[in-house]
């Protein structure tokens, strides 16, 4: 079993900046892909950002490209979302999630769906 526990959301203010961070526990945690999505209000959730835990590579959701990066600390089990100049249009509730069966099917690690474990969500307000 695997728990990811996220930390960092907050109340910003447009054009500031701020880190999500997200500890798996467990003795072993070898995902294939971690992910962050995001929750507004009576919206969908909605892909932002995945790593692919191995190499690294990434892929984001294009209203985030250039200011938002993920990235990871393997030894501590922990995934992190770098979030720059930041929007209200990014005030969501924010969740990790890990993916940990390899899959060559395109587009999974933009699926919800294909995600096995989930942090608990943190909320991010920016006002303007």
């Known amino acids: 079993q695997v728990q990811l526990v996220e930390s960092g959301g907050g109340l910003v203010q447009a054009g500031d900046s701020l880190t999500f961070s997200c500890a798996a526990s467990?003795?072993?945690?070898?995902?294939?892909?971690m992910g962050w999505f995001r929750q507004a209000p009576g919206k969908e959730r909605e892909f932002v950002a995945s790593?692919?835990?191995?190499?690294?590579?990434?892929v984001y959701v294009d209203s985030v490209k250039g200011r938002f990066t993920i990235s990871r600390d393997k030894a501590k089990n922990t995934v992190y979302l770098q979030m720059n100049s930041l929007k209200p249009e990014d005030t969501a509730v924010y969740y990790c999630?890990?993916?940990?069966?390899?899959?060559?099917?395109?587009?999974?690690?933009?699926?919800?769906?294909?995600?096995?474990?989930w942090g608990q969500g943190t909320q991010v307000t920016v006002s303007s």
């Open positions: 790593m692919w835990w191995s190499n690294a590579g990434t």
């Open positions: 999630a890990a993916m940990m069966t390899t899959t060559t099917a395109w587009g999974t690690w933009k699926t919800a769906g294909q995600y096995d474990y």
């Open positions: 467990g003795r072993i945690f070898n995902p294939y892909v």
